[in-house]
C-alpha cells in the first residue's frame, strides 16, 4: 500500500515553493489583467501597470511633497502609527483591569459583565455623531473609536480566560495564605499577559480597520486619509502600494508581538509542546 | 504539478477575459446609466420610474438600464472603469477622474449648475474674511474645494491662510456639530440641515460663482459615437422629465414629490433644494450655455484649480496636458488628447424637435 495523503510531507523547497504559488499566481493574473486593460486604454487607472507603481511609490516614498514638503508616506505612516499604538495601549490596559477584575471578583462581574457584554455588541460606526460631539474631531476621536471598537472584545476574552483558570490552583494559593491582592497579582495576572498578547494579535486586524475608517471620515494625515483621498480620482498607483504596506505592517505588528510573547513568557509553550 | 499549473493559467485567462470585456465600444442594444443622489438628477430615477426612460429606449430599439449607485465617487470610478456607459457628474470630476484617466468622456446633458447648493458656512464670523487661521472641514478635491479656493480668491486670502481637513461628506453635518469645528464647505442636502443649526452663517456660496459647478449627464465617447440611439434617448427621456417636472399642476407637483421621495425628502425639502440649483429645463436653453464664452471661461477656471492641485495626474505637465473640446470644434488645451468634450449636437436635435 502507498503512503497515505495525509502522511506524505512536502520537503524544505516544496514548503517554499508551494508557499508562494498563490503569491505568484496572483502576481501574474494582475499583470495579464492589467495588460489587457491598458492595450485598450494605455492611460488605465484601474489596474496600473509594473512602471507606473513604481514610479508611485518612489513619489509618495522617496521625493518630498511640493505642496508640504513632507515625504507622504513617512508622515502618513508616523500618523497611523501612532493612533494606533495610543488605541490599542489604552484598550489593552482597560482589558487587562477590567478583565481580570470581572474574572474574579464575583461583585464586580455581576455589577459589570452584562453591561460589557452589551457594549460591545454596539457598532462604534452608527455612534459616531455622538462620538464627534464628545470627543471632537481631532486625534481624541480617532483614537477613542479604536477604544471603542476593540476594548470589550479584549475584555471579555480576558474574563473568559480568568474564569478558564483550575479552581485548584486558586485554592492553594489561599490555603498558603494569600490575601486577594496576592492572588490577582501573583497568581492569576502573571498567567493572563501572555494570553491578552495573544488576543491583541487577533484584534490587529479590527484595530485596523477602525483607524482607516476613523482618518476616512476627518483627518489632515494618515495612511486612511490618503487611501480615501486619492480614490476620488481613482489613484489605484497609489492606493495598491499603501495597501501592499498596511498589509506589511499589519503583519509585522502580528510577528513582533508572537516573538515578544514567546521571549517574555517561555513556560506557555513549554507547557503546550 | 503540471495539472496545476495548467488550471491557474485556464483560471487565470478567464478572469482575463471577463477584466478585458468591461468597456468594449461597439454597436450594441443594452445600455446602462448610473446615478447618485442629488437635486438636479433627481429626473432620471423618476424618469426610470414613471417608465419614460423605457418609453425613449423603445422608440430607438435599444435598453436602457438606470442604476442607484450609494457613494457618488464610487459612480465615477465605475463608469471609468468600464462598468457604466453613462454617470451623473460634475464638470469638475468628469475632467479629473475620467478624462484625466484617459476615457474619453462626452458631457451629453447639461442639466444644471449649483446656484447656492455649495456654500461656505463658519461659526462666529459674518464675513468670508474671518475664515483666516481656521481649520476648514470639506470633502477634499471636490467641488467644495474648487468653491472654498474661488471664495479665498475673492477675500484676496489664499489656501495657505487655512487648513483644509478632508471630511466625508455623509459625516459632515454631524462634525458640524463639534465644538471644535468653525468652518465647513459642504453641499446640498447637508448644507441646508447645516444652515438649521444655531450659530451657523453662511459666508459665501455658488451663488456667487454662477455656471462654474456644472452638473451633467456624461456618455463614454466611443459608446456614443457607435450608438448615436443611446444619446438620442436619453437627451428625449431627459427633456421630457424636465417639462412635466416644471409644470404648476397636479401632474408636475406629483412628479416633483416623487423626485423629493427618491432622494429622501419631501415634496418642500425638494422645492426648497431646486431654487438654488439653477435647471436648465429647455434644449434651447441648454444648447445656449453650451455654446457661450461663459461655458468656456468657467472650464478654464475649473481646469486651472484642478492642474495646480494635481488632479489632471502626475504626469500632466500643464493645465493644458487634458484637451477639452466645446461645440463648434474648438478646444481648450491640448489638440491631440481630447479626453472631455461639451457636445450641443443631441441636445440640439431636441431643441430642433428632431427626436
Known amino acids: 500500500m502507498s503512503r497515505r495523503l495525509i502522511n506524505q510531507r512536502p520537503g524544505r523547497a516544496g514548503i517554499i515553493y508551494l508557499g508562494a504559488l498563490p503569491f505568484l499566481l496572483l502576481l501574474l493574473l494582475y499583470a495579464f489583467a492589467s495588460a489587457a486593460r491598458r492595450a485598450e486604454n494605455p492611460n488605465d487607472k484601474l489596474l496600473p501597470g509594473a512602471a507606473a507603481l513604481a514610479d508611485a511609490v518612489r513619489r509618495v516614498a522617496f521625493e518630498p511633497d511640493k505642496r508640504t514638503g513632507q515625504i507622504v508616506l513617512w508622515s502618513d505612516t508616523a500618523a497611523s502609527l501612532t493612533r494606533l499604538a495610543l488605541g490599542l495601549a489604552a484598550a489593552t490596559t482597560i482589558a487587562f483591569v477590567g478583565g481580570l477584575a470581572n474574572g474574579i471578583i464575583p461583585y464586580v462581574r455581576a455589577g459589570l459583565s452584562p453591561f460589557v457584554a452589551v457594549v460591545s455588541m454596539v457598532p462604534p460606526m452608527a455612534i459616531l455623531p455622538i462620538l464627534f460631539i464628545v470627543f471632537g474631531l481631532g486625534e481624541l476621536s480617532k483614537v477613542m473609536l479604536i477604544i471603542i471598537g476593540v476594548a470589550p472584545c479584549l475584555l471579555r476574552d480576558m474574563q473568559l480566560r480568568v474564569e478558564e483558570m483550575p479552581g485548584e490552583q486558586l485554592i492553594k494559593a489561599q490555603t498558603l495564605g494569600a490575601s486577594s491582592w496576592q492572588v490577582i497579582t501573583r497568581v492569576v495576572a502573571p498567567q493572563m499577559l501572555p494570553r491578552l498578547l495573544d488576543s491583541v494579535r487577533l484584534q490587529l486586524g479590527p484595530a485596523w480597520l477602525f483607524l482607516i475608517s476613523a482618518e476616512a471620515i476627518a483627518a489632515e494625515q494618515g495612511l486612511g486619509y490618503r487611501i480615501f483621498l486619492v480614490r476620488r480620482y481613482l489613484a489605484m498607483d497609489v492606493i495598491l502600494p499603501y495597501v501592499a504596506w498596511i498589509t506589511f505592517l499589519a503583519f509585522l505588528a502580528d510577528f513582533v508581538l508572537r516573538r515578544l510573547n514567546r521571549r517574555c513568557f517561555p513556560w506557555l509553550y513549554v507547557s503546550r509542546a | ?355
Do not use: C
Not at chain 2, 443622489?37 to 426610470?48: E, F, H, R, S, T
Not at chain 2, 457604466?84 to 458631457?107: E, K, Q
Open chain 2, 1 to 355: 504539478m503540471l495539472k496545476t499549473t495548467k488550471r491557474a493559467i485556464a483560471i487565470a485567462t478567464t478572469l482575463l477575459a471577463i477584466a478585458a470585456g468591461g468597456a468594449g465600444a461597439a454597436e450594441k442594444k443594452d445600455f446602462t446609466l448610473a446615478w447618485t443622489i442629488y437635486a438636479g438628477w433627481m429626473p432620471w430615477p423618476y424618469a426610470a420610474e414613471s417608465g419614460i426612460v423605457k418609453k425613449w429606449a423603445d422608440k430607438y430599439g435599444i435598453t436602457i438600464t438606470v442604476t442607484q449607485i450609494n457613494d457618488y465617487v464610487e459612480s465615477i470610478n465605475q463608469y471609468t472603469a468600464g462598468k457604466f456607459d453613462a454617470v451623473t457628474v460634475t464638470n469638475m470630476d468628469t475632467l479629473t477622474i475620467p478624462a484625466a484617466g484617459g476615457v474619453d468622456s462626452t458631457a451629453l446633458i447639461i442639466g444644471d449648475y449649483s446656484n447656492g447648493n455649495d456654500g461656505i458656512v463658519l461659526k462666529k464670523g459674518d464675513t468670508l474674511a474671518d475664515i483666516k487661521g481656521r481649520k476648514v472641514n470639506l470633502v477634499e478635491l471636490s467641488v467644495s474645494h474648487y468653491l472654498l479656493a474661488r471664495g479665498l480668491e475673492s477675500v484676496k486670502l489664499s489656501e495657505k491662510d487655512v487648513t483644509v481637513v478632508n471630511t466625508s461628506d455623509a459625516d459632515i453635518v454631524s462634525a458640524f456639530a463639534a465644538p471644535d469645528v468653525t468652518a465647513v464647505v459642504p453641499w446640498n442636502p447637508q448644507l441646508s440641515e447645516i444652515l438649521k443649526m444655531p450659530g451657523a452663517k453662511q459666508v459665501f456660496s455658488s451663488q456667487q460663482i454662477p455656471g462654474e459647478i456644472l452638473d451633467l449627464a456624461v456618455v463614454n465617447t466611443a459608446v456614443l459615437k457607435d450608438n448615436p440611439a443611446f444619446g438620442k434617448a436619453l437627451v428625449g427621456a431627459w427633456f421630457e422629465t424636465l417639462a412635466l417636472m416644471r409644470q404648476d399642476d397636479a401632474a408636475g407637483t406629483a412628479a416633483r414629490e416623487a423626485m423629493g421621495k427618491l432622494s429622501g425628502t419631501t415634496l418642500e425639502g425638494y422645492e426648497a433644494q431646486l431654487k438654488t440649483t439653477f435647471m436648465y429645463y429647455t434644449p434651447a436653453a441648454a444648447v445656449a450655455f453650451a455654446k457661450s464664452p461663459e461655458l468656456r471661461k468657467s472650464t478654464d477656471l475649473v481646469r486651472t484649480f484642478s492642474f495646480e492641485h494635481g488632479l489632471l495626474g502626475d504626469g500632466a505637465k500643464s493645465k493644458d496636458a487634458v484637451g477639452i473640446a466645446f461645440p463648434g470644434g474648438e478646444v481648450l488645451g491640448s489638440k491631440d488628447n481630447v479626453k472631455m468634450r461639451f457636445d450641443a449636437a443631441f441636445m440640439g436635435l431636441a431643441a430642433d424637435g428632431k427626436l
